[in-house]
């Protein structure tokens, strides 16, 4: 038995005094490696951080070819590219600089922004999370909306003419204002109210026609007013639609209505679709009800409670329920080729785990995880007429499918196929560089 204040005798020191001195340390070791490993922090699309330290890397011996069946289960395979890890070590790409603004600098006035803010490329807010905008636009708004009048537009007319590469930022269905201001375009709860997400925010149905119409309205006058770029956010359902009773439409009609819009531009257009897919743990909500076609499935957040029949179920209805996406997406694209000269790219940032050897989910480190978190698809299709305008062989690209490819070729491959000129395009590094004739 240890006796009360035994080590407070013989001129010891006191176990609280040791646990404080070593609880200090500790703070200051940790405070020390959180500076130093700020640069190695990487985050996944849930938001979890991990350390990605150089020596995590190495060269991946390849291992059995994925499978090459179609997205959709139907068809030939021809335009499928599986992405594996190369064998080239990883390339660092040289970064874009450039500034994203305040929401309401352009009060500020230009010469401000430009001589003390942002003396390189900027970003400007163009249209709130709360769904006010911050020019005077000439697109119809509802009463409800604030816009932002007099010394804004004047400035923001500087610093288009100031010779900068210019990105407009813009929220798209995220929007409290217009929500509030027109309910009948919003997401709403089983009794017609207004449904809010976990920061209070209202948000518009992607499917409804006028809310499309407002938003491509916007990106238009954007183009017109001489912005290089707009980023569209929130151009997607809310990430928890929990108590949401108007989620039934398919998301790919989100698409293809965005898509007839894109019909209105005389420039040429990049339009980005940024889906959930099957992305865990809930799996179950990844698809609507009419595509769940594999039973039973695992509703459950901690997988571990779930059969592994009923896991692999639920992922295989969200693979199902992709492959309709894309589907929907080219059928669309085909539609616009009389018009347009029209290509497609797809690929996933991640594998997922299936309780294989007891692992699930993804994000696991480099080398410790399995084949299937690291081998994922990719896929190009392309109309007749964009295949000809750009040289493109198509029987090259056939061939050249079951080659390793990594995310380091994605972005030199996106600036290729919109033939964008930029020092920080490497043709090396472009997957379809050398088929272009």
């Not at 646990?19 to 190695?40: C, D, E, H, P, T």
């Not at 990105?167 to 089983?190: K, M, N, Q, W």
């Not at 009389?338 to 994000?363: I, K, M, Q, R």
Request: hydrophobic share 35%; charged share 25%.
């Amino acid at each position: 038995m240890v006796t009360k204040g035994y080590n407070s005798y013989h001129g010891r020191m006191s176990g609280g005094k040791i646990v404080l001195i070593v609880v200090l340390a500790l703070v200051l070791v940790g405070a020390v490696a959180y500076l130093a490993l700020q640069n190695y922090v990487v985050y996944d699309e849930a938001g979890n951080a991990t350390i990605d330290l150089p020596f995590f890397h190495r060269k991946d011996d390849r291992g059995e070819k994925t499978d090459d069946s179609t997205v959709d289960g139907t068809g030939d395979r021809d335009d499928i590219v599986d992405t594996v890890v190369p064998e080239h070590p990883h390339v660092k790409v040289a970064a874009l600089h450039g500034t994203r603004l305040p929401d309401d600098c352009l009060w500020w006035g230009a010469d401000y922004i430009m001589n003390t803010l942002a003396p390189e490329d900027l970003v400007l807010a163009l249209k709130r999370t709360t769904g006010g905008i911050t020019y005077a636009t000439d697109v119809e708004t509802p009463q409800g909306v604030v816009v932002e009048t007099g010394r804004p537009i004047e400035c923001l007319r500087t610093l288009l003419s100031s010779g900068r590469y210019t990105v407009g930022h813009i929220v798209c269905f995220r929007d409290s204002a217009y929500a509030r201001s027109v309910p009948e375009t919003a997401l709403v709860r089983e009794d017609g109210q207004l449904w809010y997400d976990a920061e209070g925010q209202a948000w518009l149905d992607p499917t409804d026609l006028q809310v499309l119409q407002y938003i491509t309205a916007l990106v238009k006058e954007c183009g017109e007013l001489g912005f290089k770029e707009v980023l569209l956010d929130q151009f997607c359902y809310p990430a928890d639609t929990t108590g949401v009773a108007n989620t039934a439409a398919d998301p790919a009609q989100v698409l293809a209505d965005f898509a007839e819009k894109v019909r209105s531009f005389d420039r040429p257009a990049l339009v980005v679709l940024h889906q959930r897919g099957s992305h865990g743990p809930l799996y179950a909500l990844r698809y609507p009800k009419e595509f769940e076609i594999y039973r039973p499935v695992c509703r459950r957040e901690f997988l571990q409670d779930c059969t592994l029949d009923e896991l692999r179920n639920t992922y295989d209805n969200t693979v199902y329920y992709t492959s309709h996406m894309l589907a929907r997406t080219i059928d669309e694209l085909k539609a616009l080729s009389d018009e347009y000269d029209t290509a497609f790219f797809f690929t996933s940032d991640h594998g997922e785990s299936l309780g294989e050897n007891g692992v699930y989910l993804h994000s696991a480190p480099y080398d410790e995880a399995p084949d299937v978190q690291k081998h994922i698809p990719a896929m190009f299709w392309f109309s007749e007429g964009y295949a000809e305008a750009n040289g493109l062989d198509i029987d090259c690209v056939r061939k050249i499918r079951s080659e390793a490819f990594s995310h380091d070729n994605v972005f030199h491959t996106l600036l290729g196929m919109s033939r964008v000129e930029t020092p920080f395009y490497d043709r090396g590094l472009d997957i379809l560089a050398r088929c272009r004739k």
